[in-house]
């Protein structure tokens, strides 16, 4: 059983910056491509970044490339998302997820195993 906690959300003003952490219990962490989503109020669950099991590569969906970064820290079972330059369409419920099963496409919610019980971020104009 892999357990994810996010970390990190609040209110922030527009234009100012957050950085959300995901800490994961799994053995075999460093091993297991990691992903970001968002869900903002009657919305669907929508992907804004992932990474792979190295750090090398990272994706990112249009919306965020240049202000969002995602990285990880193996050693510490940890993904990170900094935010930048948040506007109050950032305002959602993020969650970051593991796939460890299915090997497919990052981009989708479905490929992925294990989910956080999410963190909510709030910005305000």
């Known amino acids: 059983q892999v357990q994810l906690v996010e970390s990190g959300g609040g209110l922030v003003q527009a234009g100012g910056s957050l950085t959300l952490s995901c800490a994961a219990s799994a053995r075999g962490f460093s091993g297991y491509p990691m992903g970001w989503f968002r869900q903002a109020p009657g919305g669907e669950r929508d992907f804004l970044a992932a990474?792979?099991?190295?750090?090398?590569?990272?994706y990112y969906t249009d919306s965020v490339k240049g202000r969002f970064t995602v990285s990880r820290r193996n050693a510490k079972n940890v993904v990170d998302l900094q935010m930048n330059s948040l506007t109050p369409d950032d305002t959602a419920v993020y969650y970051c997820?593991?796939?460890?099963?299915?090997?497919?496409?990052?981009?989708?919610?479905?490929?992925?195993?294990?989910w956080g019980q999410g963190t909510q971020v709030t910005v305000s104009s």
């Open positions: 997820a593991a796939q460890i099963y299915s090997g497919s496409t990052l981009y989708f919610s479905r490929s992925y195993d294990y």
């Open positions: 990474i792979d099991w190295s750090g090398s590569n990272a």
